[in-house]
Each structure stands twice: as structure tokens, then as C-alpha cells.
């Protein structure tokens, strides 16, 4: 009887038979030691009788020590994966979720938890926290991109000023996103982006006016250029030099990037298109006078 008790205990000379400590279990009797609950799994009672005291750590976390004693062992697959095991043993067990998605909350379960990146993001590499910002000139409408190429350029007469960040990341906390606009499918020339990632080419704002742009995707206001003296724009979102209108009879502009042609003054009169000076308004002769600005031609007064 000593022996076989000596035997039970996996050490000679043993008088009684010791209790399986947490995390371990013996369902059979004369054994010399106890059973480690498997990877993924945990127990947290003593002198355990069965396999089934091991509870798993659960869809969304992984288990990767033989014998653990607390769900304390048992850890968090990270943003950007998800977890669909009860009983993962090792952090590859935790999937990515798939290009054009993320996760920004760890211990996530399945693929349906990984959200579709937003307009104005793309996201062109697996198991990641957070979608990139589409590029500066760049903006979006549609959601789960890919890849920054199919982020669009802003069209003719449109540049970016500043970086725009549409993402707060707190640690493991759900990113707050600015409210996504009225997208539409047709752009518009003549505008440019003070952001980074944009959701609506509506958001591209137009270059001022007296300028104009024909460049497309543009990251700096130095694209928009201005009309040359003796010529004005009125209208904002120009897309070409040939909207840069000649000043009238009787008018001038000597300012580049004009919205307007100003009047030839009194007692002068100005029979050229285009003028650029003031001083190619022309004197009215002598003998002769005007108190009217703007005049065309000499028979005026």
C-alpha cells in the first residue's frame, strides 16, 4: 500500500497524496502528477476532477501559457485583429482584418467587427487600427479604398493649404470622425482643398477670383495664378487664362489678380482695350473738358 501511495505521488517516500493546484486537473486515479489545462484555456479551482474546469479565454483572446490559473493569462488580440477561436493559444491565431477595413478596439471577434474605412480614407495594408488619410489634393467619396490611387485629384484650379485630420485616435478608444458631406459625382473646375482626406470634391474650394488654375491635384495656393494687368477676373474657380477679361474702353488695371477695371478719371479718356496704366488715359485737348470718368473717346465730351 506505501508503494502504490508512493507511486501516486510521482516521488518516493510520499505518505500522503497531494491536491492539483489551479490551472492543472486529474481525472483518473493513480496518477503521478496532474494535467496543465491547454493553451487558450485557464482554471482557477484546486484538486480539480476534470478537464472541463479549463474554460477558455474566449473569442477575441488568446491563451499562450500551458497551466494558466486566472483569465488575467489570457490576452487581448490587438486593434486591427479579431479573434474568432474560443480557445486561441498564440497571437497569430488573431486574424487581420482585410485592406480597405480596421479595428480600433482590441479583442475583436470576427470579420464583422473590421469597419469599412470612411470617405476621404483608404487603408492598403491588413490588420490595421486606422484608415490613412487620402493624400493633400487628394479627396474621396466612396468608402473602403484600397489604395491611395483611387483617392481623386482635385480637379483644375484646386490646391491644398494645411493638413486636415478627420481622426482622433484615442488609446484603444473609437476614433470621432467629421461628418461625412454630401458627396457628388460630378466635379466641378475651379477649386481647391484646405484638407488632407476629403469626403466631397465639394469641399475643394475655388481659387479666388482674379486668379486661375489648370493644374489638377495641386498642394499649394501658388498654382492659382493671377490675371496680368489690364485684365480681371470677376468669378471665383477659374480654370484658364482665357478667363481673364480684357478691361473696356475707357477703363484700366495696373494690379495683377484684379476683380474689376477702374475708370479712366475726369478730364482724361482711354480709347485702347486692355490698358494697364493710368497713364494710358489720354488728356482731353486743350479748349476741351470732362467731368465724367470712363469716357471712350475724345467726341465724348
Given at each position: 500500500m506505501?508503494?502504490?501511495?508512493?507511486?501516486?505521488?510521482g516521488?518516493l517516500?510520499?505518505?500522503?497524496?497531494?491536491?492539483?493546484g489551479r490551472g492543472?486537473?486529474?481525472?483518473?486515479?493513480?496518477?503521478?502528477?496532474?494535467?496543465?489545462?491547454?493553451l487558450?484555456?485557464?482554471?482557477?479551482?484546486?484538486?480539480?476532477?476534470?478537464?472541463?474546469?479549463?474554460?477558455?479565454?474566449?473569442?477575441?483572446?488568446?491563451?499562450?501559457?500551458?497551466g494558466?490559473?486566472?483569465?488575467?493569462?489570457?490576452?487581448?488580440?490587438?486593434?486591427?485583429?479579431?479573434?474568432p477561436?474560443?480557445?486561441?493559444?498564440?497571437?497569430?491565431?488573431?486574424?487581420?482584418?482585410?485592406?480597405?477595413?480596421?479595428?480600433?478596439?482590441?479583442s475583436?471577434a470576427?470579420?464583422a467587427?473590421?469597419?469599412?474605412c470612411?470617405?476621404?480614407?483608404?487603408?492598403?495594408v491588413?490588420?490595421?487600427?486606422m484608415?490613412?488619410?487620402?493624400?493633400?489634393?487628394?479627396?474621396?467619396?466612396?468608402?473602403?479604398l484600397?489604395?491611395a490611387?483611387?483617392?481623386?485629384?482635385c480637379?483644375a484650379?484646386a490646391?491644398?493649404?494645411d493638413?486636415?485630420?478627420?481622426?482622433?485616435?484615442?488609446?484603444?478608444r473609437?476614433?470621432r470622425?467629421?461628418?461625412?458631406?454630401r458627396?457628388?459625382?460630378?466635379p466641378?473646375?475651379?477649386?481647391y482643398?484646405?484638407?488632407v482626406?476629403?469626403?466631397?470634391?465639394?469641399?475643394c474650394?475655388?481659387?479666388?477670383?482674379?486668379?486661375?488654375?489648370t493644374?489638377?491635384?495641386?498642394?499649394?495656393?501658388?498654382?492659382?495664378?493671377?490675371?496680368?494687368?489690364?485684365?480681371?477676373s470677376?468669378?471665383?474657380?477659374?480654370?484658364?487664362v482665357?478667363t481673364?477679361?480684357?478691361?473696356?474702353?475707357?477703363?484700366?488695371?495696373?494690379?495683377?489678380g484684379?476683380?474689376?477695371?477702374?475708370?479712366?478719371?475726369p478730364?482724361?479718356?482711354?480709347?485702347?482695350?486692355?490698358?494697364?496704366?493710368?497713364?494710358?488715359c489720354?488728356?482731353?485737348?486743350?479748349?476741351?473738358?470732362?467731368?465724367a470718368?470712363?469716357?471712350?473717346?475724345?467726341?465724348?465730351?
Amino acid at each position: 500500500m506505501l508503494e502504490i501511495l508512493r507511486h501516486l505521488q510521482g516521488q518516493l517516500g510520499q505518505t500522503e497524496c497531494k491536491k492539483c493546484g489551479r490551472g492543472r486537473y486529474t481525472d483518473e486515479v493513480g496518477k503521478s502528477n496532474c494535467r496543465a489545462c491547454d493553451l487558450g484555456k485557464y482554471s482557477g479551482e484546486f484538486q480539480a476532477t476534470s478537464i472541463s474546469v479549463c474554460k477558455s479565454c474566449g473569442k477575441g483572446r488568446y491563451g499562450p501559457t500551458l497551466g494558466a490559473k486566472s483569465s488575467v493569462s489570457c490576452i487581448s488580440c490587438i486593434p486591427g485583429r479579431y479573434g474568432p477561436q474560443e480557445d486561441a493559444g498564440s497571437d497569430s491565431d488573431c486574424l487581420p482584418c482585410a485592406i480597405g477595413r480596421y479595428l480600433d478596439t482590441p479583442s475583436g471577434a470576427d470579420s464583422a467587427q473590421c469597419k469599412a474605412c470612411e470617405a476621404g480614407l483608404y487603408n492598403n495594408v491588413e490588420g490595421q487600427p486606422m484608415c490613412k488619410l487620402c493624400g493633400l489634393g487628394k479627396w474621396s467619396s466612396s468608402l473602403m479604398l484600397t489604395n491611395a490611387s483611387q483617392c481623386i485629384s482635385c480637379p483644375a484650379g484646386a490646391f491644398v493649404l494645411d493638413p486636415w485630420y478627420i481622426w482622433v485616435i484615442d488609446r484603444w478608444r473609437t476614433p470621432r470622425q467629421y461628418p461625412n458631406l454630401r458627396s457628388h459625382s460630378l466635379p466641378r473646375a475651379g477649386t481647391y482643398s484646405a484638407s488632407v482626406g476629403l469626403q466631397s470634391i465639394h469641399q475643394c474650394i475655388k481659387c479666388g477670383p482674379g486668379r486661375y488654375s489648370t493644374a489638377v491635384g495641386a498642394e499649394t495656393n501658388s498654382t492659382c495664378i493671377a490675371c496680368v494687368s489690364g485684365r480681371y477676373s470677376p468669378l471665383p474657380g477659374s480654370t484658364g487664362v482665357k478667363t481673364c477679361v480684357r478691361c473696356e474702353l475707357g477703363t484700366y488695371v495696373g494690379e495683377e489678380g484684379s476683380t474689376s477695371c477702374k475708370q479712366c478719371p475726369p478730364g482724361r479718356f482711354g480709347d485702347d482695350r486692355e490698358m494697364s496704366s493710368r497713364a494710358q488715359c489720354k488728356h482731353c485737348a486743350p479748349g476741351t473738358y470732362s467731368g465724367a470718368s470712363g469716357l471712350q473717346q475724345a467726341s465724348q465730351w
